[in-house]
């Protein structure tokens, strides 16, 4: 079945770096478009970013445009979130997300901490 | 951005009895290749998102029958014919026509 598990989430000072990871398995990860959306804490949620199954197309939140950057490596069957000049309003849970804009599967989270 | 709104934001419901949410969003969803991306989500506590329904009408593999989308442009619809008890938690619509896609505020179905 479809397996995504994040990694990477911690606490970080602001304007400090974070780079999630998310493994996948139980799908053709080459062919999948690809996002991350995230969910501050109580709060709803928020589609910041996907990336094409080539990475050759490639969309941000205007929240995180210029400091976050999608990526993929179809050989490790892996996405990633590098997230720079984080601000404390970027605290949330991060989730890897099959498909876009289908979300037809979720990870269980990454939760990324921006404090002093 | 394309708002989504939800209605009602908290729902009290009874075991067996139906529930309703609304969403509606402030542009029409009609995407230029004639699909509408509007994608209903149950969130369970503690628990990741889960998508239910997909392009309005359209049933996710293992999602109970009682769930079913409806609507068109910019009003839309998700019912419970039934609620059951692992039916509560938050349920999310969420457009993908008009980028960046967005979601309604979502909507508490708990048990009265």
């Known amino acids: 079945q479809v397996q995504l598990v994040e990694s990477g989430g911690g606490l970080v000072k602001p304007g400090g770096s974070l780079r999630l990871s998310c493994v996948t398995s139980g799908f053709t990860f080459s062919d999948s478009y690809m996002s991350w959306i995230r969910q501050a804490p109580g709060k709803g949620l928020e589609w910041l970013s996907y990336i094409s199954g080539s990475s050759a197309d490639t969309k941000y939140a205007g929240s995180v445009k210029g400091r976050f950057t999608i990526s993929r490596d179809n050989a490790k069957k892996s996405l990633y979130l590098q997230m720079d000049s984080l601000r404390v309003e970027d605290t949330a849970v991060y989730y890897c997300?099959?498909?876009?804009?289908?979300?037809?599967?979720w990870g269980q989270g990454a939760l990324v901490t921006v404090s002093s | 951005d394309v708002v989504m709104t939800q209605s009602p934001l908290s729902l009290p419901v009874t075991l067996g009895q139906p529930a309703s949410i609304s969403c509606r969003s402030s542009q029409s969803l009609v995407h230029s290749d004639g699909n509408t991306y509007l994608n209903w989500f149950q969130q369970r506590p503690g628990q990741s998102p889960r998508r239910l329904i997909y392009?309005?009408?359209n049933r996710d593999s293992g999602v109970p029958d009682r769930f079913s989308g409806s609507g068109s442009g910019t009003d839309f619809t998700l019912k419970i014919s039934r609620v059951e008890a692992e039916d509560v938690g938050v349920y999310y619509c969420?457009?993908?026509?008009?980028?960046?896609?967005?979601f309604g505020q979502g909507t508490t179905v708990e048990i009265k």
């Open positions: 392009k309005v009408s």
């Open positions: 997300v099959r498909g876009a804009p289908s979300a037809g599967s």
């Open positions: 969420m457009q993908g026509t008009h980028w960046p896609w967005t």
